[in-house]
């Protein structure tokens, strides 16, 4: 990929196994004594023994190619213009050389090996002398030869290691989309149960506060009470259960039961009333049907409205007023008195935040703050899904 960094040849040079090794050094012994023999027989013993001794060196050096590259061919090479033993360990390390593609020493690594291998055959000519290009354009092909040898083994190197890291990377982002998954998924299990759960347990709260107050009860009067705490919590369970729907749903809709729309907000404000809340309503939309996703968001505002004012501002009046086209977009604002009475229940905080996030995900936004005693809930909704 083009935005992936450039290797460096140490990256992409595989680790040498022991089998590894083992073939590299037969070959170079076998290239080796193939070029000694050739010439061994027309050397007398002082001349073979001093091939010997200066070549010997040679295959211990090549062992240090990688570490030092262009010092071992450099080395290898202009001892190879003298000796026949170093001939192998020449060609190896061209060829450890040249899988670095790096063009400059290529070039000259390679001038040398030709010169070199040029000046082998002037020192040490065959039984039957061949013509000079003859000889010149051997030298050359298998100078060529060997430096291609070289950069193909490199390319192939670099090659499998950029798939390799391309392949590494895939899957590093793909584990970091699943974690970003799994972070948006929490964030919307506490939205949710946040919207669902605080509305209900609200109720409770407010109804369980008052008898804790009334010491003046009948007995009926009583039952009924809890009759009503009893309702409200088998509706949050229900609420649970469908929140829980929501989540284990793969395309994010209820399974077992509809989520609220704009259609349940008035009967959101009458179940808010009939828990002894005092709630003044209007609504003036449009003659138009509002998308489903788009009530769902107006829904939770005013829920999280009417549970605000039930946990803070109990016998308050909270004002819902929702209006709005499609060509304007929707606008609800929720404003209660504030200090009035104690706080009923405590607050998580979150649920300003939680509508902020289902505003901005619609194209909306939302606004909050006390105005002349007054606490101004402002949302604002496009239209359109």
Request: with cysteine.
């Amino acid at each position: 990929m083009s935005d992936l960094v450039q290797p460096r040849p140490e990256d992409y040079q595989p680790r040498l196994s022991w089998w590894g090794h083992t073939w590299r050094t037969l070959l170079v012994l076998g290239i080796s004594a193939v070029v000694w023999v050739t010439v061994a027989e027309g050397q007398s013993v002082l001349p073979r023994t001093a091939d010997l001794l200066v070549g010997l060196p040679t295959l211990v050096l090549v062992c240090f190619r990688r570490r030092y590259p262009m010092t071992v061919a450099v080395v290898t090479s202009v001892v190879g213009a003298i000796s026949s033993v170093a001939a192998g360990p020449a060609v190896l390390a061209s060829v450890s050389l040249a899988t670095r593609r790096e063009w400059r020493r290529v070039v000259v690594v390679a001038v040398l090996s030709l010169a070199s291998a040029t000046l082998y055959s002037e020192l040490y000519p065959p039984a039957d002398p061949l013509p000079w290009w003859v000889t010149l354009g051997t030298n050359l092909t298998f100078t060529a030869g060997v430096m291609a040898w070289g950069m193909y083994i490199g390319s192939r190197r670099e090659l499998l290691w950029t798939l390799r890291a391309r392949a590494e990377r895939a899957e590093a982002e793909q584990e970091l989309r699943a974690s970003q998954s799994r972070l948006a998924e929490r964030s919307r299990i506490a939205r949710e149960m946040h919207d669902v759960l605080a509305h209900r347990i609200s109720q409770i709260s407010m109804r369980a506060g008052a008898l804790a107050y009334r010491e003046d009860l009948a007995a009926d009067d009583l039952r009924t009470e809890v009759g009503i705490i009893r309702d409200a919590a088998n509706e949050a369970l229900t609420d649970l259960r469908g929140v829980l729907g929501v989540l284990r749903d793969g395309d994010g809709e209820l399974t077992h039961a509809p989520q609220p729309t704009w259609a349940d907000v008035e009967t959101l404000v009458e179940e808010a009333r009939r828990t002894g809340m005092r709630v003044a309503y209007d609504a003036a939309l449009a003659d138009a049907p509002v998308p489903d996703v788009v009530g769902r968001t107006l829904y939770r505002i005013v829920q999280e409205g009417i549970t605000n004012a039930r946990k803070h501002a109990p016998g308050a009046e909270l004002v819902v007023e929702v209006s709005g086209s499609p060509d304007d977009g929707i606008d609800v604002v929720l404003a209660n008195p504030v200090g009035f009475g104690p706080s009923a229940a405590p607050g998580s905080g979150l649920g300003l935040v939680g509508l902020a996030e289902r505003a901005v995900l619609r194209g909306g936004r939302i606004e909050h703050g006390v105005t002349d005693g007054t606490w101004v809930l402002r949302g604002w909704i496009p239209w359109a899904a």
